[in-house]
Antibody
């Protein structure tokens, strides 16, 4: 069964760093891009960008360029989303998803809460 | 960037109604469009890809149509489990973009 399993919920303070993970299984992880999607509380889905685990090529949406960093380690079939200095406005649910004609398989989501 | 304008933002409908949701792209995207359903507190689920191809396991009452700049998701006979928020996603060019969402509520 193809699946993406994300790391657990995080509670952080403003200014702290964070790296969340997304582990793929049931398919050849290196062959499919991984997309990241944000959903702020009570709001819609926002496309953050995409990474190709095969060569770590990344594309960021303009709103997220410079704010987050995508990475991937194909040897352990895991993609990462990282912040160097969190803000309260980063609070939300973050989904990873496999890219195939849009996105087909979604992770369960990671809740990030940033509060002083 | 390609803007996706989804309408309506919300609608009220009854079980058995035919429901239509539209997404308009700010420039042509061929058929590189998907439709997603999200229920409260749940992970989004793909219903349609390539504008009109039904995802496996999705009931046939869901259908998609359109190409270029105008796309439609139709639910032919609304069922109780279809009350949710629906999003379109264009994947023709980076950055990909979602529509703002359409919340389908019970009348």
């Amino acid at each position: 069964e193809m699946q993406l399993v994300q790391s657990g919920a995080e509670v952080k303070k403003p200014g702290e760093s964070l790296k969340i993970s997304c582990r793929g299984s049931g398919y050849t992880f290196a062959n499919y891009r991984i997309g990241w999607v944000r959903q702020m509380p009570g709001k819609g889905l926002e496309w953050m960008g995409i990474i190709y685990p095969g060569d770590s090529d990344t594309r960021y949406s303009p709103s997220f360029q410079g704010q987050v960093t995508f990475s991937a380690d194909k040897s352990i079939t895991t993609a990462y989303l990282q912040w160097n200095s969190l803000k309260a406005s980063d609070t939300g649910m973050y989904y990873c998803a496999r890219v195939r004609l849009g996105v087909d398989v979604w992770g369960q989501g990671t809740t990030v809460t940033v509060s002083s | 960037d390609i803007q996706m304008t989804q309408s309506p933002s919300s609608l009220s409908a009854s079980v058995g109604d035919r429901v239509t949701i539209t997404c308009r792209a700010s420039q042509g995207i061929g058929n590189d469009l998907g439709w997603y359903q999200q229920k409260p507190g749940k992970v989004p689920k793909r219903l349609i890809y390539a504008a009109s191809s039904l995802q496996g396991g999705v009931p046939s009452r869901f259908s998609g149509s359109g190409s270029g700049t105008e796309f439609t998701l139709t639910i032919s006979s609304l069922q109780p489990e279809d009350f949710a928020t629906y999003y379109c996603l264009q994947y023709n060019s980076y950055p990909w973009t979602f529509g703002q969402g359409t919340k389908v509520e019970i009348k």
